[in-house]
């Protein structure tokens, strides 16, 4: 069920009513567990028996953990949890991807292979609730988190519909104690649910799909090559599209949360106005930055080791971040342009270190643009769907084209220039507070025209139901 | 974040506070009860929303009454899950309709069924290539009904990847793979769209108004021709009928319309990318595998029984002449029926059918549609053999 859809409004409408007006908590928790597994079902029902076993399995498995005498027992079961975990990752979502490898790897040895093709069909959102899962058992191991006695309990952090199936990662530590007393009805609390959702719909359906998408889809879909303005305005408009597409269904998600009492943290802070790639990756898809930091980053020693071990950890977390988005070698060199920023960036300061004229706002506005454009170069490699579509575009960004096709219309070019250059102004504006400040310190009248005329545009646009980005993922 | 983040995470991370024996308030999972809570902007909400909902209430109404004001009226979207919905509908011995926008205007279903003695299954589509519906029902192994093709040569010929193409190619990929979401979505938007004048996508959207802003383009622009506007209403069995004032003689809308069928089906010039000829050998390639493919989709279903009929609906005036000048008779029409040996029915060599007069030069009137069925049905019985 994708959040702009009219099945989803009246399903939510539904929920959101019956939650209130029960009384007993634990037959709300009953509610939301039901209604997250309708929610997740109504995509493919079969799924959602696959989603219920890993949980069930990781609510064992924690409690093995728990229960486990000496460390190396803690270590067998948290291996079972994590083998378990990323075997079903690894079948539903690289099991083609891995059989192809596999069969050009030996090829060059001379030996001709030809696998059978699988036909699996990918899980919608299998990468984020097995993260969910996964959370759970990883940080009973750290001791940072005791296992619940509760499988509803459990099901219910995996399952929460408004972040199941596109994030942001909930981890069980953070979603866990907020079943522990029912929330009260706030009327404020309610609104300003209801008013993310508004934003975030407004972001999805009107500024990627509407104003973005179709420009991007165009440019990296065209079989020529380009002229240069052509192909960056591509690239640009897709920043802007994954932007507001991803982001636009975390705010929808810590809305719907909201509206049903349950607090989800931050995915996203002005992410475009970050200067550096660590303040970039501080900003963009922080629950899965984060993650990975936690979970693997430090483990492998993080910056606590030497300066060629750290960045070789740098590396080696990307590539995987990489390869969490898709079976793809593009999203690896997206993974790994990343990790390649993240070295240069940290040579370089520790050889600047911080100097006073760092501080200085020309100085970091023209860092916060050369992070921009390195990002939205690293994007060719996410969007592009080979690395011959890749190449063309890059080529075309630098000029090697100038006799390249232009396919845009100038409505496009100016779609794009404007919501890219209020995109920008938003996220500088206020890259160092966050929306609630931002809301709190407006004046009335321009929060409510604000909010009537992102309804009026949601309405207007009618919406194709068009899915979000990271759903494939 | 707010201070209680951090608090939040300090009490995750000391083992020692968390370890500690749960509390009878944290008997369900042995954790701290919720530290963390996101800020709630402290403004006057109840008034608020109430000026919201006023204000989106009567945008929503004078829009409508705009809309309603220059000429549109509430239909339904055709979309793939309407498609979806009405390609369930074939039964192993439907009559069923495919092909074109021309199959879904002209054909109508209350005199089909008198002639037939069945009601078709309206499964032709606006813009649409009939080919991928075709092949999905001679891959159909049920089906061993009758098939009523509408033939425009530029669509029925349109190579993979063109939006003809892909237009069909994705309605049958939806009857495929459509969620239960995806169906409660189309069942619930259906009485909205009938009552709702500004419901319409790929016409009144957002999307589509920026479209019609008068901004010129770079002269060099290579940017797709457009789509002509609102013309027909659809019902829930996607029988399409022309609006009133479309088929009202000398209308703008009819000029309009006119206007924007000749650009679009005037042959694209080949991409700068590709040599002419090089670019026309693939032509000529894709459009013979597409004649050896519709022999064998047919081939099929004659083989279980099923059996085809390609008709060729009135086109007129600057169109006619447009078409039979790109896609002569002789090159595409008679190799069709010649190498699928299905029957055929050309407007043009029937009298009774060759009097009609298309208003925007490609489709017939609700009225004519009605009148054309009825005089199409002994054409269709004869090469049928009822």
């Known amino acids: 069920m994708l959040f702009n859809s009219l099945t989803f409004i009246v399903f939510f409408a539904v929920v959101v009513t019956a939650y209130w007006s029960i009384h007993s908590w634990t037959a709300r928790k009953n509610l939301l567990v039901t209604a997250s597994y309708i929610f997740y079902g109504a995509w493919n029902p079969p799924f959602a028996a696959l989603l219920f076993s890993t949980t069930a399995m990781d609510f064992w498995l924690g409690r093995r953990i728990a229960k486990a005498k000496d460390q190396p027992s803690r270590r067998a079961w948290l ?4 083998c378990m975990n990323l075997s079903m990752l690894g079948f539903f979502k690289y099991g083609n991807f891995l059989l192809e490898n596999f069969q050009w790897l030996l090829a060059r040895i001379g030996i001709v292979y030809h696998p059978p093709h699988l036909d699996i069909l990918l899980p919608v959102g299998i990468s984020f609730y097995t993260f969910h899962s996964l959370s759970y058992t990883l940080d009973i191991y750290r001791g940072v988190l005791q296992p619940t006695r509760s499988l509803r309990d459990f099901v219910l952090a995996v399952s929460f519909f408004p972040q199941l199936v596109a994030g942001p990662i909930v981890r069980a530590g953070d979603f866990l104690p907020q079943l522990v007393r029912p929330p009260r009805l706030r009327i404020g609390q309610f609104m300003w649910g209801l008013l993310l959702m508004t934003l975030g719909l407004f972001e999805k359906i009107v500024l990627a799909d509407t104003m973005l998408a179709g420009s991007a889809d165009r440019i990296f879909g065209y079989a020529g090559p380009l002229v240069a303005l052509d192909s960056w305005l591509g690239v640009i408009a897709f920043a802007g599209q994954i932007f507001f597409d991803f982001a636009g269904y975390s705010t929808c998600a810590i809305g719907a949360a909201l509206c049903l009492g349950f607090h989800l943290k931050d995915n996203f802070r002005f992410p475009y106005a970050a200067i550096g790639f660590s303040d970039f990756w501080r900003r963009w898809h922080i629950s899965l930055s984060t993650f990975l930091r936690d979970y693997l980053y430090i483990p492998l ?11 070789i950890n740098l590396v080696i977390v990307m590539f995987l971040g990489g390869l969490w988005h898709g079976a793809a070698w593009t999203f690896v060199v997206w993974g790994l342009l990343h990790g390649f920023y993240l070295v240069i960036e940290h040579a370089s300061r520790a050889l600047i270190g911080e100097r006073a004229w760092t501080a200085n706002f020309a100085v970091k506005l023209l860092l916060g643009l050369i992070t921009y454009g390195a990002v939205c170069l690293a994007w060719v490699f996410f969007r592009a769907s080979d690395f011959t579509i890749a190449t063309r575009m890059l080529r075309g960004m630098f000029g090697g084209y100038p006799h390249g096709d232009a396919i845009l219309a100038t409505r496009e070019i100016l779609q794009i220039g404007i919501v890219t250059f209020f995109m920008m102004l938003a996220h500088w504006s206020l890259r160092d507070i966050n929306v609630e400040t931002a809301v709190t310190r407006l004046p009335r009248w321009v929060v409510t025209s604000a909010w009537a005329l992102m309804a ?4 207007l646009t009618q919406g194709t139901s068009n899915a979000f980005i990271y759903f494939q993922f | 974040m707010p201070s209680s983040t951090s608090n939040f995470k300090r009490i995750l991370r000391l083992p020692r506070l968390f370890f500690r024996p749960p509390t009878e308030a944290e008997s369900v999972h042995g954790g701290p009860p919720l530290e963390f809570e996101r800020p709630i902007p402290q403004i006057p909400w109840r008034g608020m929303t109430v000026v ?8 929503a109404c004078a829009w409508e009454f705009y809309c309603r004001s220059i000429g549109y009226g509430p239909t339904l979207n055709d979309n793939e899950d309407l498609w979806t919905l009405t390609r369930q509908r074939v039964k192993p011995e439907s009559i069923v309709i495919i092909g074109d926008s021309r199959g879904w205007f002209d054909l109508d279903l209350d005199e089909l069924q008198k002639g037939l003695g069945k009601r078709p299954v309206q499964l032709a589509m606006g813009g649409g290539c009939g080919y991928p519906v075709l092949a999905d029902l001679a891959a159909d192994k049920t089906f061993h009904g009758t098939i009523i093709c509408s033939f425009v040569p530029w669509l029925f010929f349109a190579p993979p990847g063109t939006p003809p193409m892909e237009r069909g190619e994705k309605a049958v990929r939806r009857s495929h793979t459509q969620t239960p979401a995806q169906r409660a979505s189309q069942y619930l938007a259906m009485p909205l769209e009938e009552h709702v004048a500004f419901l319409k996508q790929e016409e009144l959207t957002l999307d589509d108004l920026l479209k019609r802003l008068p901004i010129p383009n770079r002269s060099d622009a290579r940017v797709p021709p457009r789509l002509p506007p609102y013309f027909g209403t659809l019902d829930r069995e996607r029988r399409a009928r022309m609006t009133e ?7 703008e809308l009819q000029k309009r319309i006119q206007q924007i069928w000749l650009p679009l089906f005037t042959p694209h010039p080949p991409p700068s990318y590709i040599p002419t000829d090089v670019f026309m050998a693939k032509m000529k390639d894709a459009i013979e595998k597409r004649a050896r493919d519709t022999i064998a989709a047919v081939e099929k279903l004659r083989a279980r029984g099923g059996k085809v009929v390609f008709i060729r609906l009135p086109v007129t005036s600057g169109l006619k002449a447009l078409e039979d000048k790109t896609t002569p008779r002789n090159q595409t029409w008679d190799p069709l029926l010649q190498g699928t040996g299905a029957p055929g029915i050309y407007f043009e060599d029937f009298r009774e059918l060759a009097s ?5 030069w490609s489709h017939l009137s609700a009225g004519d549609s009605v009148e054309f069925s009825k005089r199409l049905v002994p054409h269709l019985r004869a090469a049928l053999g009822m």
């Open chain 2, 356 to 360: 009609f007069n298309c208003p925007e």
């Open chain 2, 52 to 59: 919201v909902v006023v204000i989106v209430i009567a945008a």
């Open chain 1, 301 to 311: 020693g993080g910056n606590r080791v030497a300066w060629t071990r750290a960045a």
């Open chain 2, 245 to 251: 004032e479309c088929a009202r003689p000398g209308s």
């Open chain 1, 456 to 459: 009026c545009a949601i309405i």
């Open chain 1, 79 to 82: 291996v079972g949890s994590v």
